[in-house]
C-alpha cells in the first residue's frame, strides 16, 4: 500500500533527505486569491458577508452568528456523561501543563549599578480561536486553544467554529460544550476565511477585532492568515497533518500500521511516513495495513492518503540513517518505537512533537496528554513551535537606567551612534550629561 523509498546504499552527501519524501501539493498563495474578495467582503459588508458564505459555503444559514449563552448552556447540559469526563480529564492535563509554562520566570538583570533590563511577559489583549468544523469536528481543538489562552492571561478570548447543517445552523454540540465547561461565552457559528476575516476586522454590533488568531482550519483558514497577517498576529500557516514514524525490529507492526493510519484518517493530502532499517518491519507494516485501511469508517479518504506521493516506507541502513532522515524531515508528529527510544529521541532535534515508545501514540497527545497537538507541519518544526502559553504572550523588556549609569555607558553610545550617521542618536545622550 505504501511506495517504497531506498537509501540503503546512498551515500549521505549524495542526497537532501528533506526532500526524499514529497509533502502534498498545498498551494496557500493560490488561494489567497480566492478569499481574498471574500475578506474584503467582510471587512465592508459586515454580518450580511458572512450570512451570504455561511449559506453559501456550509449551505445553512446560522439562527444567531453569535451562539446564545442558553445554548452553550444546554449543550454541556447534553453532554454524554462519559464523554464529559473526557474532556474534562483531558482539560485537567492541559492545564498542569500549561501552568508549569506560565510560571516561567520574568528576569531582571542588573549590568551595573543603577542599571537593569527586565523581561516582562505580557498577555495579549484578545484573541480569536479557530475551531475547524469539516471533515471532522475538532471539538480537541478547543481545548489545545483555550486553555493555553486562559494560562497565558488572556483576558478576552472569542471561538468560531463553522455552522452545522445537521446541527440547526450551529457550531457542533460538542464544541459548543466545551466552550461552556471552559467558561468561554463568545462563541460565533461562522467558518473559513470569514471567520478570520471577522476576526481581524472586527464587524460592527457583532464582534470586536482581536489581536491574535490561532487555530487550525483548511486551506482558505490558512489563506486568509497569510492575508491578514500583520493587520491581526497568527499562530502559523498548517498545512495537511502528517506523522513520521521511526522505528526498528522491537516495534509491533500493527502498532506502527495503526499510527499511521490514525493520521491518513484525517485528510486525503495527509502524510503518513515510515522510517526504518527493517525490510521485515516494513512488510509487516504493509500486510497490517491493508486489511486496516479497507476496514475503517473512511476507508477512501484513508486509501488516497497512504498510497499518495506524500506516504511512504523509507529504508535506511541504520538507526543513525534513520534519524537523519527524520531529522531532516521534521515531521509534525515523530514516533519514536526502537530499542532505547528516549536516548534516540533525545537526538532528535526538528519535530512538532516527539512521541516516544510503544504506548505513545499521536492519538493520545491528539486528545489527552497534556501536550498540544496545534503543531507545525510542512517541515516548519525546523524554526517554529506548537502552540503553548508562550503563543499568547509578549516579551517586553523593561530599561531603567538611572543618571550614572547612563553616564558610565554615554561615550560607547555616542560613539556607536556616530558611527551610524545618527548624530541625533547621540544628542539624545549628550544632552544628559553634566553641564
Same mark, same amino acid.
Not at 491578514?228 to 525490529?249: F, H, K, N, Q, Y
Given at each position: 500500500?505504501?511506495?517504497?523509498?531506498?537509501?540503503? *546504499?546512498?551515500?549521505?552527501?549524495?542526497?537532501?533527505?528533506?526532500? %526524499?519524501?514529497?509533502?502534498?501539493?498545498?498551494?496557500?498563495?493560490?488561494?489567497?486569491?480566492?478569499?481574498?474578495?471574500?475578506?474584503?467582503?467582510?471587512?465592508?459588508?459586515?454580518?450580511?458577508?458572512?450570512?451570504?458564505?455561511?449559506?453559501?459555503?456550509?449551505?445553512?444559514?446560522?439562527?444567531?452568528?453569535?451562539?446564545?449563552?442558553?445554548?452553550?448552556?444546554?449543550?454541556?447540559?447534553?453532554?454524554?456523561?462519559?464523554?464529559?469526563?473526557?474532556?474534562?480529564?483531558?482539560?485537567?492535563?492541559?492545564?498542569? %501543563?500549561?501552568?508549569?509554562?506560565?510560571?516561567?520566570?520574568?528576569?531582571?538583570?542588573?549590568?551595573?549599578?543603577?542599571? !537593569?533590563?527586565?523581561?516582562?511577559?505580557?498577555? %495579549?489583549?484578545?484573541?480569536?480561536?479557530?475551531?475547524?468544523?469539516?471533515?471532522?469536528?475538532?471539538?480537541?481543538?478547543?481545548?489545545? &486553544?483555550?486553555?493555553?489562552?486562559?494560562?497565558?492571561?488572556?483576558?478576552?478570548?472569542?471561538?468560531?467554529?463553522?455552522?452545522?447543517?445537521?446541527?440547526?445552523?450551529?457550531?457542533?454540540? &460538542?464544541?459548543?460544550?466545551?466552550?461552556?465547561?471552559?467558561?468561554?461565552?463568545?462563541?460565533?457559528?461562522?467558518?473559513?476565511?470569514?471567520?478570520?476575516?471577522?476576526?481581524?476586522?472586527?464587524?460592527?454590533?457583532?464582534?470586536?477585532?482581536?489581536?491574535?488568531?490561532?487555530?487550525?482550519? &483548511?486551506? /482558505?483558514?490558512?489563506?486568509?492568515?497569510?492575508?491578514?497577517?500583520?493587520?491581526?498576529?497568527?499562530?502559523?500557516?498548517?498545512?495537511?497533518?502528517?506523522?513520521?514514524?521511526?522505528?526498528?525490529?522491537?516495534?509491533?507492526?500493527?502498532?506502527?500500521?495503526? *499510527?499511521?493510519?490514525?493520521?491518513?484518517?484525517?485528510?486525503?493530502?495527509?502524510?503518513?511516513?515510515?522510517?526504518?532499517?527493517?525490510?521485515?518491519?516494513?512488510?509487516?507494516?504493509?500486510?497490517?495495513?491493508?486489511?486496516?485501511?479497507?476496514? !475503517?469508517?473512511?476507508?477512501?479518504?484513508?486509501?488516497?492518503?497512504?498510497?499518495?506521493?506524500?506516504?511512504?516506507?523509507?529504508? %535506511?541502513?541504520?538507526?543513525?540513517?534513520?534519524?537523519?532522515?527524520?531529522?531532516?524531515?521534521?515531521?509534525?508528529?515523530?514516533?519514536?518505537?526502537?530499542?532505547?527510544?528516549?536516548?534516540?529521541?533525545?537526538?532528535?532535534?526538528?519535530?512538532?512533537?516527539?512521541?516516544?515508545?510503544?504506548?505513545?501514540?499521536?492519538?493520545?497527545?491528539? /486528545?489527552?496528554?497534556?501536550?498540544?497537538?496545534?503543531?507545525?507541519?510542512?517541515?516548519?518544526?525546523?524554526?517554529?513551535?506548537?502552540?503553548?502559553?508562550?503563543?499568547?504572550?509578549?516579551?517586553?523588556?523593561?530599561?531603567?537606567?538611572?543618571?550614572?549609569?547612563?553616564?558610565?555607558?554615554?561615550?560607547?553610545?555616542?560613539?556607536?551612534?556616530?558611527?551610524?550617521?545618527?548624530?541625533?542618536?547621540? &544628542?539624545?545622550?549628550?544632552?544628559?550629561?553634566?553641564?
Amino acid at each position: 500500500m505504501l511506495r517504497r523509498i531506498d537509501l540503503r *546504499d546512498a551515500a549521505d552527501t549524495d542526497l537532501d533527505y528533506a526532500t %526524499v519524501v514529497p509533502r502534498a501539493e498545498f498551494d496557500v498563495e493560490h488561494a489567497v486569491a480566492r478569499v481574498e474578495p471574500i475578506c474584503t467582503a467582510v471587512r465592508e459588508e459586515g454580518e450580511a458577508a458572512l450570512i451570504r458564505y455561511s449559506e453559501k459555503f456550509d449551505g445553512v444559514i446560522p439562527p444567531s452568528l453569535r451562539v446564545p449563552a442558553e445554548v452553550l448552556e444546554r449543550s454541556l447540559a447534553e453532554l454524554d456523561p462519559q464523554l464529559r469526563a473526557a474532556f474534562e480529564e483531558s482539560i485537567r492535563r492541559r492545564r498542569a %501543563v500549561c501552568a508549569d509554562e506560565a510560571g516561567m520566570p520574568q528576569p531582571t538583570t542588573e549590568l551595573a549599578p543603577g542599571a !537593569t533590563v527586565t523581561t516582562r511577559l505580557v498577555p %495579549v489583549g484578545r484573541v480569536g480561536l479557530y475551531v475547524p468544523g469539516g471533515l471532522a469536528p475538532l471539538a480537541s481543538s478547543v481545548i489545545m &486553544n483555550v486553555v493555553p489562552a486562559q494560562a497565558a492571561g488572556v483576558a478576552s478570548i472569542a471561538v468560531s467554529s463553522p455552522p452545522q447543517k445537521d446541527f440547526g445552523g450551529l457550531p457542533h454540540p &460538542n464544541i459548543l460544550a466545551l466552550c461552556a465547561l471552559l467558561g468561554v461565552d463568545e462563541v460565533y457559528a461562522v467558518g473559513g476565511a470569514q471567520a478570520i476575516a471577522m476576526f481581524a476586522y472586527g464587524v460592527p454590533g457583532l464582534c470586536r477585532k482581536v489581536d491574535l488568531v490561532t487555530g487550525p482550519g &483548511n486551506i /482558505y483558514v490558512v489563506a486568509a492568515k497569510r492575508l491578514l497577517r500583520g493587520r491581526v498576529g497568527i499562530d502559523s500557516e498548517a498545512g495537511p497533518t502528517e506523522i513520521a514514524v521511526l522505528a526498528d525490529d522491537s516495534a509491533d507492526p500493527v502498532h506502527v500500521a495503526a *499510527d499511521l493510519l490514525s493520521q491518513a484518517e484525517h485528510d486525503p493530502m495527509a502524510g503518513s511516513v515510515l522510517v526504518t532499517p527493517s525490510v521485515a518491519l516494513a512488510d509487516a507494516v504493509d500486510a497490517a495495513l491493508e486489511p486496516m485501511a479497507a476496514a !475503517t469508517r473512511h476507508a477512501d479518504r484513508v486509501r488516497i492518503a497512504l498510497t499518495g506521493e506524500q506516504s511512504g516506507i523509507v529504508l %535506511v541502513r541504520d538507526l543513525e540513517q534513520g534519524i537523519a532522515v527524520v531529522d531532516a524531515y521534521a515531521a509534525e508528529h515523530l514516533e519514536i518505537q526502537t530499542v532505547d527510544a528516549p536516548t534516540v529521541a533525545s537526538r532528535i532535534r526538528n519535530a512538532g512533537a516527539i512521541f516516544v515508545g510503544p504506548y505513545s501514540p499521536v492519538s493520545l497527545g491528539d /486528545y489527552s496528554a497534556g501536550s498540544t497537538h496545534v503543531l507545525p507541519t510542512a517541515a516548519a518544526a525546523r524554526h517554529s513551535s506548537g502552540l503553548t502559553v508562550a503563543s499568547f504572550r509578549r516579551t517586553v523588556h523593561v530599561i531603567a537606567y538611572d543618571r550614572d549609569a547612563l553616564l558610565e555607558l554615554a561615550d560607547g553610545v555616542e560613539r556607536f551612534a556616530l558611527a551610524e550617521d545618527l548624530p541625533a542618536h547621540a &544628542n539624545a545622550v549628550t544632552m544628559r550629561r553634566p553641564r
